[in-house]
């Protein structure tokens, strides 16, 4: 460091807690050391705070949690720990699953008893691998409950929006009965009432206040805990990125901090929380640890760009190891490219029309390659397997009108909204009938045609023998519980047809700093560094790099956080579970 740099930073401004990142595991560390007694400070890299959070379906997969048992799915821990170790396998770890296992309950007890945080249950959502030992057909999800934005005053402009691709006009839609209304509007009239009156109150709230009030999903959990922790007092920079962790002694003790008045001595007499979400936008990490991208750039995230990968190299610069020996380094997901109006590209994730009847998914040749109603994980694996090496990893995803106009196919929303606008901009591709769609496509024209007779001769009848669409409960929740005698398969029949084509994406990454079960990382050694913690997408995931639910970022991130906290308060965690009798119900 040069004698210039040294008299550019200001006079150290000291805090207890440090904590750099404003995802859900950020603030869950923040908010949880503020309500024990630690003076914190959150720092954020982007000019907006919420991370992935503010952008994600806000889902946290936390099993025995309060508002399971309130209703009455009762299990002991043996159930989950039995499903991740069929799941997760060898890369199973026993002493960080066991802490999230038992501390996730108590974390969503914390937040709804003494914070601003209240939830939604999902108990109708199950695990990802339903014939799986120990897998749940539902009560192990739980979500932030709607908020109102005007609770957080002027604080709001810092919240980031809801991602523009998958909201309609900025308004944010949460899974389940919100998305069904909508998806149902033009079918089903209590449905089409449910959509107009939410579509009325945001372009109200547009009008008068600039931006959608009422939150939903990820926005919803980060206004929450941003509620929580300004309750509290911390305090909360943006465009604050840090450049380097301070040490003492071996001990993590601060940061040096970059704003609009320069460089600042931040000191953390406790340590420095990193969640700074992973790298999905770390060109040289992906090109590293993502077999599918040779250069880094051949993978498109559907994360904020400013996820760097700042937290795994601040934890490297002090002795930290990153874990690079998980067989998924990120959470795959298939993204389609969305032109935009500026010139730039968006990357639109494909979660939810998959699994509705009347799509499936090929390669250029012509062909299925998986159980599309399955996790976007497992779409993705099976994509990475189904295309020779040395070719770009893509597929299509092939439907007809009907579906199109019932279900939506990416960023082409269904009716009553225009196709025009995704068919002239090149995102959608359409054809009187296959052939024409698949010179459209470049896919093998032949096959195609061959694909989709064999797939309508089985979908008349509901069934799919090629891959089992509709063969679990997730399958099942993914279609349409009105198509019978299977909600995941129809045939694909009414002309004019179309596809989207969709590339590597993901919703963040596993590969993290290796932490140990109270979300201290740890050195090469395998030692803890003293004051220093991660969470969230910093710390490497619990789940070894496999994807058994989905809520497997997130509950963890809270979680992990929530026990971060307590160790940096010097406060034991707590050793019972919560009693559900004891909360107030959402508001």
């Given at each position: 460091?040069?004698?210039?740099?040294?008299?550019?930073?200001?006079?150290?401004?000291?805090?207890?807690?440090?904590?750099?990142?404003?995802?859900?595991?950020?603030?869950?560390?923040?908010?949880?050391?503020?309500?024990?007694?630690?003076?914190?400070?959150?720092?954020?890299?982007?000019?907006?705070?919420?991370?992935?959070?503010?952008?994600?379906?806000?889902?946290?997969?936390?099993?025995?949690?309060?508002?399971?048992?309130?209703?009455?799915?009762?299990?002991?821990?043996?159930?989950?720990?039995?499903?991740?170790?069929?799941?997760?396998?060898?890369?199973?770890?026993?002493?960080?699953?066991?802490?999230?296992?038992?501390?996730?309950?108590?974390?969503?007890?914390?937040?709804?008893?003494?914070?601003?945080?209240?939830?939604?249950?999902?108990?109708?959502?199950?695990?990802?691998?339903?014939?799986?030992?120990?897998?749940?057909?539902?009560?192990?999800?739980?979500?932030?409950?709607?908020?109102?934005?005007?609770?957080?005053?002027?604080?709001?402009?810092?919240?980031?929006?809801?991602?523009?691709?998958?909201?309609?006009?900025?308004?944010g839609i949460a899974a389940g009965a919100d998305l069904r209304h909508f998806l149902h509007a033009m079918r089903a009239w209590p449905s089409f009432v449910h959509a107009a009156k939410r579509v009325t109150r945001h372009l109200a709230d547009?009008?008068?206040?600039?931006?959608?009030?009422?939150?939903?999903?990820?926005n919803a959990l980060v206004a929450r805990l941003l509620t929580s922790a300004l309750d509290r007092g911390v305090e909360l920079r943006v465009s604050s990125p840090v450049r380097r962790l301070l040490r003492e002694g071996g001990r993590v003790?601060?940061?040096?901090?970059?704003?609009?008045?320069?460089?600042?001595?931040?000191?953390?007499?406790?340590?420095?929380?990193?969640?700074?979400?992973?790298?999905?936008?770390?060109?040289?990490?992906?090109?590293?640890?993502?077999?599918?991208?040779?250069?880094?750039?051949?993978?498109?995230?559907?994360?904020?760009?400013?996820?760097?990968?700042?937290?795994?190299?601040?934890?490297?610069?002090?002795?930290?190891?990153?874990?690079?020996?998980?067989?998924?380094?990120?959470?795959?997901?298939?993204?389609?490219?969305?032109?935009?109006?500026?010139?730039?590209?968006?990357?639109?994730?494909?979660?939810?029309?998959?699994?509705?009847?009347?799509?499936?998914?090929?390669?250029?040749?012509?062909?299925?390659?998986?159980?599309?109603?399955?996790?976007?994980?497992?779409f993705m694996a099976a994509l990475f397997s189904a295309v020779p090496a040395g070719e770009p990893v893509q597929a299509w995803l092939v439907c007809d009108h009907r579906f199109i106009r019932r279900y939506g196919l990416g960023h082409a929303?269904?009716?009553?909204?225009?196709?025009?606008?995704?068919?002239?901009?090149?995102?959608?591709?359409?054809?009187?009938?296959?052939?024409?769609?698949?010179?459209?496509?470049?896919?093998?024209?032949?096959?195609?045609?061959?694909?989709?007779?064999?797939?309508?001769?089985?979908?008349?009848?509901?069934?799919?023998?090629?891959?089992?669409?509709?063969?679990?409960?997730?399958?099942?929740?993914?279609?349409?519980?009105?198509?019978?005698?299977?909600?995941?398969?129809?045939?694909?029949?009414?002309?004019?047809?179309?596809?989207?084509?969709?590339?590597?994406?993901?919703?963040?990454?596993?590969?993290?700093?290796?932490?140990?079960?109270?979300?201290?990382?740890?050195?090469?050694?395998?030692?803890?560094?003293?004051?220093?913690?991660?969470?969230?997408?910093?710390?490497?995931?619990?789940?070894?790099?496999?994807?058994?639910?989905?809520?497997?970022?997130?509950?963890?991130?809270?979680?992990?956080?929530?026990?971060?906290?307590?160790?940096?308060?010097?406060?034991?965690?707590?050793?019972?579970?919560?009693?559900?009798?004891?909360?107030?119900?959402?508001?």
């Open positions: 460091m040069t004698s210039a740099t040294q008299t550019a930073i200001r006079t150290a401004t000291d805090c207890d807690l440090l904590v750099v990142g404003s995802g859900a595991g950020g603030l869950s560390a923040a908010v949880t050391a503020a309500e024990l007694g630690l003076r914190v400070v959150v720092v954020e890299k982007a000019p907006v705070l919420g991370g992935t959070t503010a952008w994600s379906g806000g889902w946290m997969w936390i099993p025995r949690n309060p508002l399971a048992v309130e209703a009455g799915f009762v299990e002991d821990a043996d159930a989950p720990r039995r499903y991740l170790h069929h799941v997760l396998g060898a890369q199973a770890d026993p002493e960080r699953l066991d802490a999230f296992l038992h501390q996730g309950p108590r974390m969503v007890g914390f937040f709804r008893s003494r914070t601003a945080l209240q939830f939604i249950d999902g108990n109708a959502i199950p695990d990802f691998h339903g014939h799986a030992p120990g897998a749940a057909p539902g009560g192990r999800s739980v979500c932030a409950a709607p908020f109102d934005a005007r609770q957080l005053g002027a604080r709001l402009a810092d919240l980031r929006r809801p991602l523009d691709l998958v909201s309609l006009w900025g308004m547009l009008a008068l206040h600039g931006r959608g009030q009422h939150l939903v999903a990820g003790v601060g940061a040096v901090v970059a704003g609009a008045a320069g460089e600042t001595e931040l000191r953390a007499g406790r340590g420095v929380v990193l969640a700074c979400g992973g790298f999905p936008h770390d060109v040289e990490r992906m090109r590293t640890l993502f077999p599918h991208a040779p250069t880094g750039r051949e993978h498109w995230s559907a994360a904020p760009p400013e996820n760097t990968g700042d937290g795994l190299r601040l934890g490297e610069s002090v002795g930290a190891e990153v874990r690079t020996d998980l067989p998924h380094a990120g959470a795959w997901a298939p993204v389609s490219l969305v032109p935009r109006a500026d010139g730039s590209t968006g990357h639109f994730p494909h979660l939810i029309e998959r699994g509705k009847p009347g799509l499936i998914a090929v390669t250029r040749d012509g062909r299925r390659f998986v159980n599309e109603a399955g996790p976007y994980h497992d929303k269904p009716a009553p909204m225009p196709l025009g606008p995704s068919l002239r901009s090149g995102y959608l591709r359409r054809g009187r009938d296959l052939l024409a769609l698949a010179e459209a496509c470049g896919i093998d024209a032949a096959a195609l045609r061959s694909t989709v007779a064999a797939f309508n001769a089985e979908a008349r009848h509901g069934r799919d023998p090629a891959f089992g669409r509709g063969a679990t409960p997730y399958n099942r929740m993914q279609g349409d519980a009105a198509q019978q005698p299977n909600p995941c398969v129809a045939p694909i029949e009414h002309g004019p047809f179309y596809a989207v084509r969709v590339v590597p994406g993901s919703l963040g990454t596993f590969a993290g700093l290796r932490t140990d079960a109270s979300a201290r990382v740890l050195g090469s050694g395998g030692e803890p560094i003293p004051g220093l913690y991660a969470a969230g997408n910093d710390m490497a995931s619990v789940m070894g790099g496999g994807y058994p639910s989905g809520g497997i970022t997130l509950g963890p991130a809270m979680t992990f956080g929530f026990i971060a906290g307590h160790h940096a308060a010097g406060v034991a965690l707590p050793t019972v579970d919560p009693n559900p009798d004891s909360f107030p119900h959402a508001d």
